[in-house]
């Protein structure tokens, strides 16, 4: 729990942890990252972004969750959508790292159908 860690900072650390991670791990830092909203609010940092001495940084899932739940961080409908499904990402709440390649097909499908994406 650092609030020193700026939000660049903290999108660079996360994704040099994340690379030594299981790709349900990768894919939840790469959804904030991209996303841009979570790792630029102090507030998030603070209670989620852990940091090494080294620069490396990594979520504290648990703490993310307790938070989001809590109703600690004030955000608009779609930003904590966001947050909720890179969480369970991170969590691997859906078992994604589970799944067979057939498994996996279905579940991105279905996602990108709900989002609206034609593939």
């Known amino acids: 729990m650092n609030a020193m860690v700026s939000s660049v900072a903290a999108a660079a650390g996360l994704q040099s942890w994340a690379q030594g991670h ?21 507030d998030f940092r603070e209670v ?10 990594w979520i504290d899932w648990p703490a993310a969750r307790e938070a989001l ?3 600690e961080f004030a955000a608009s409908t779609t930003e904590t959508a966001v947050l909720d499904l890179a969480l369970a990402l991170g969590e691997n709440r859906y078992r994604l790292s589970l799944m067979n390649l057939s498994e996996s097909r ?9 989002a609206g994406v034609s593939r």
Do not use: N, T
């Open 22 to 42: 299981a790709p349900h791990v990768a894919a939840a830092v790469g959804l904030l990252v991209d996303h841009g909203v979570w790792l630029r609010r102090r």
């Open 48 to 57: 989620c972004v852990e940091l090494a001495p080294d620069g490396e940084c």
């Open 69 to 71: 739940e809590a109703r």
């Open 106 to 114: 279905a579940v991105v499908a279905a996602v990108a159908r709900a």
